[in-house]
Each structure stands twice: as structure tokens, then as C-alpha cells.
């Protein structure tokens, strides 16, 4: 087969593929009037033992911001579109310091209300079909997308139903080679656009994963851009 019909044929399935996930995310419609998202729950650590209050908002265009909280305190991380911060009492620093570009990635991919395939082009993205692969048992449709910043995503999207199942993310995070593994499940409609409830994420390999459990799901709630921007004052 010519290289040139190959690349084509392989681009076509790319579209194709991100049709279908944007069609069974609710479709392009509901997903443009999703402006911003909270969520709320628990987040599990150290293999389950661990139990803090979970609460994620996110806003349109790049905004998030993540909150832990146990035995009241609570852990902070945000990104506001252009710098990102966090507030981290576990580790005794109790006031917001500046996150390193290095540390921001990921945050800046959590910020993603549609995904990683969502417009993609329109992101900087480069995205390539790779085939079918099996993951657990179901044999998942494999795209390699490349960010913007480097990192390289394979996205494995259930066969049947064409949303995220698994997510793998390499990156070089201040010099060192990471992968992280994160599974997507039990997606509810929330304004129309179905958004996943079960999270779990950590190293590849690494049995001892974040769990996040989402109770509750609210769509287009009124959030003031300075949620996320770094603290003018400590408090």
C-alpha cells in the first residue's frame, strides 16, 4: 500500500474515531454549552486506607481546581490558564506557592473538560490511530495523541461505546521518565455530556493508585474566575 494512501486511510479513521467519542459524549452541541464543572466526592490513598473529601471545578477555556481535604486540612492545587499553584498543609506548607512547568502538565490536561480528542487540532495536538489493542479483556481502539507540551497520551476507547476507558501519559517530569495509567468508568449525563465518576490514576504498575469517586456532578454552576488565579494574600 502507498505510504501517502495509508496516511490518509489512517487519518480518516482518526476522524472518524473522534466523531464517535465527541457523538457519545452527548454531541458537539451539549458539549459546547458546557462551560464549567464541579465535582465532587472522595478520593481514596494508599490503597484505599485513606479517605479525604474530593472537589474538582473546572471552567472553560483552561481552569481547574482540585481540593483534598481530611481532618481540616486541605490540599490546593489550580491552574488558571496561564500559571498554576498549590497549597499543600501535608507536607507543612501551609501558604500557595507557584507550580514549575514540569509540575503543571498534568494539571493543565485535568483542565480538559471535553478530553484529550475534542479538538484536537485546535489544541496543537497531533493525534494518530493506532490499531486495536486489548486492555483487560476488551479490545479497545488505540490513539497516540502529542500534546502541545510534549507529553504523549495513548487513549484506548471502548469498542462499543467510543469513551476513555484508559488513558496512558508519558512525560519527562524535571529530568526523570514517568508513565501514568488512569482508567475512566461509570460515566453519568450531566447536562447532556456524559463525564466519568470512577478515576483511578498512578504509575504504571504501580499498585497503589488514586481513587476518586465522584458523588456528585454538577454542570454550568457560576464559578469567579479568581478560584483559580494564585492568592493576591495568604490567609
Known amino acids: 500500500m502507498p505510504v501517502g494512501f495509508a496516511q490518509?486511510?489512517?487519518?480518516?479513521?482518526?476522524?472518524?474515531?473522534?466523531?464517535?467519542?465527541?457523538?457519545?459524549?452527548?454531541?458537539?452541541?451539549a458539549l459546547n454549552a458546557l462551560q464549567s464543572l464541579r465535582l465532587s466526592g472522595k478520593m481514596l490513598i494508599q490503597q484505599g486506607q485513606i479517605q479525604l473529601a474530593y472537589l474538582q471545578t473546572k471552567k472553560r477555556p483552561s481552569e481547574v481546581r482540585t481540593e483534598g481535604?481530611?481532618?481540616?486540612m486541605t490540599q490546593i492545587e489550580a491552574y488558571d490558564g496561564k500559571e498554576g499553584w498549590r497549597v499543600?498543609?501535608?507536607?507543612?506548607?501551609?501558604?500557595?506557592?507557584?507550580m514549575s512547568a514540569d509540575d503543571l502538565k498534568s494539571l493543565q490536561e485535568q483542565a480538559e473538560i471535553d478530553g484529550p480528542l475534542v479538538d484536537w487540532k485546535a489544541k496543537g495536538s497531533?493525534?494518530?490511530?493506532?490499531?486495536?489493542?486489548?486492555?483487560?479483556?476488551?479490545?479497545?481502539?488505540k490513539l497516540k495523541v502529542v500534546r502541545k507540551n510534549g507529553d504523549v497520551s495513548f487513549v484506548y476507547l471502548d469498542p462499543d461505546h467510543f469513551l476513555e476507558f484508559r488513558i496512558l501519559t508519558q512525560r519527562t517530569r524535571h529530568g526523570a521518565y514517568e508513565e501514568v495509567e488512569t482508567d475512566l468508568g461509570d460515566y453519568e449525563k450531566a447536562a447532556g455530556v456524559f463525564v466519568p465518576?470512577?478515576?483511578?490514576?498512578?504509575r504504571k504498575g504501580d499498585p497503589d493508585k488514586r481513587k476518586i469517586i465522584i458523588d456528585k456532578v454538577e454542570a454550568n454552576v457560576p464559578v469567579d474566575d479568581s478560584t483559580f488565579h494564585f492568592p493576591t494574600a495568604s490567609r
Open 126 to 141: 497531533t493525534v494518530e490511530y493506532l490499531g486495536t489493542e486489548e486492555v483487560d479483556g476488551t479490545l479497545a481502539h
Open 8 to 29: 490518509n486511510e489512517s487519518q480518516a479513521t482518526v476522524d472518524q474515531l473522534v466523531s464517535k467519542n465527541i457523538e457519545a459524549k452527548g454531541g458537539a452541541d
Open 69 to 72: 481535604t481530611i481532618q481540616g
Open 197 to 202: 465518576t470512577s478515576i483511578e490514576s498512578g
Open 88 to 98: 499543600s498543609p501535608f507536607f507543612g506548607r501551609r501558604d500557595p506557592e507557584r
